[in-house]
C-alpha cells in the first residue's frame, strides 16, 4: 500500500528524495535540450524547495517511490518535480500525486494546475493530456530560438 505524507519540518530523508528525482528524470539526458533542472539540483536547494512550497512523498513498503512539488501562483497551483521511480512508473502513482496537488489547489482558492513538460517528451504530454491537462502556451528558454518546453493547465471543478 501507498502512502502519500507532505514533506514537513523534521523530514531526514533527503539524500533518498534527491536520488528518486534523479533516477526518476535520467531518461531524459541526451533527449532534451537544454538540459532538465534536476542536473543542476543541490540537497540544500531541494531542502529549500520543500518549504518554500507544499511537497508530499509517496512512500510504499518504507522506500521513496514519488513525490511533487506545489508552488501557488496568483491563477494556478504550479507543479514540479512530478517523480515517480521509473519501476512503478505507470501505476497510477502519479494520478494520487496530482489528487494530493488538487487539494491543495482547492484549499488556496486556485482554479487551476499548471506545469511545463520539454517538447522533446511527446510521451509526457500524452499522459498529463489524460490526466486532464491541456497545452496552453509554447515557451522557449533564454538563449533558444526554437520552443523547448510546452505548458499545460487543468481547470478543476
Given at each position: 500500500?501507498?502512502?502519500?505524507?507532505?514533506?514537513?519540518?523534521?523530514?531526514?530523508?533527503?539524500d533518498e528524495?534527491?536520488?528518486?528525482?534523479?533516477?526518476?528524470?535520467?531518461?531524459?539526458?541526451g533527449?532534451i535540450?537544454?538540459p532538465?533542472?534536476?542536473?543542476?539540483?543541490?540537497?540544500a536547494?531541494?531542502?529549500?524547495k520543500?518549504?518554500t512550497?507544499v511537497?508530499?512523498?509517496?512512500i510504499?513498503?518504507?522506500?521513496?517511490?514519488g513525490?511533487?512539488?506545489?508552488k501557488?501562483?496568483?491563477?494556478f497551483?504550479?507543479?514540479g518535480?512530478?517523480?515517480i521511480?521509473p519501476?512503478?512508473q505507470?501505476?497510477?502513482?502519479?494520478?494520487k500525486?496530482?489528487a494530493?496537488?488538487?487539494?491543495?489547489?482547492?484549499?488556496k482558492?486556485?482554479?487551476?494546475?499548471?506545469?511545463?513538460?520539454?517538447?522533446?517528451?511527446?510521451?509526457?504530454h500524452?499522459?498529463?493530456?489524460?490526466?486532464?491537462f491541456?497545452k496552453?502556451?509554447?515557451n522557449?528558454?533564454?538563449?533558444?530560438?526554437?520552443t523547448?518546453?510546452?505548458e499545460?493547465?487543468?481547470r478543476?471543478a
Amino acid at each position: 500500500m501507498t502512502e502519500i505524507i507532505r514533506i514537513e519540518n523534521g523530514f531526514q530523508r533527503w539524500d533518498e528524495l534527491f536520488a528518486l528525482i534523479l533516477s526518476s528524470f535520467a531518461y531524459m539526458d541526451g533527449v532534451i535540450d537544454p538540459p532538465s533542472s534536476a542536473n543542476r539540483l543541490t540537497l540544500a536547494a531541494l531542502a529549500y524547495k520543500a518549504q518554500t512550497e507544499v511537497a508530499y512523498v509517496a512512500i510504499e513498503a518504507g522506500k521513496l517511490v514519488g513525490c511533487v512539488f506545489c508552488k501557488p501562483e496568483e491563477r494556478f497551483l504550479y507543479i514540479g518535480k512530478l517523480a515517480i521511480a521509473p519501476s512503478l512508473q505507470g501505476n497510477g502513482l502519479g494520478r494520487k500525486l496530482l489528487a494530493k496537488a488538487e487539494e491543495v489547489a482547492r484549499e488556496k482558492g486556485l482554479p487551476a494546475l499548471r506545469l511545463e513538460t520539454r517538447i522533446e517528451l511527446v510521451g509526457n504530454h500524452a499522459t498529463f493530456g489524460r490526466w486532464g491537462f491541456e497545452k496552453t502556451a509554447e515557451n522557449r528558454h533564454a538563449g533558444f530560438d526554437r520552443t523547448t518546453s510546452i505548458e499545460m493547465q487543468k481547470r478543476l471543478a
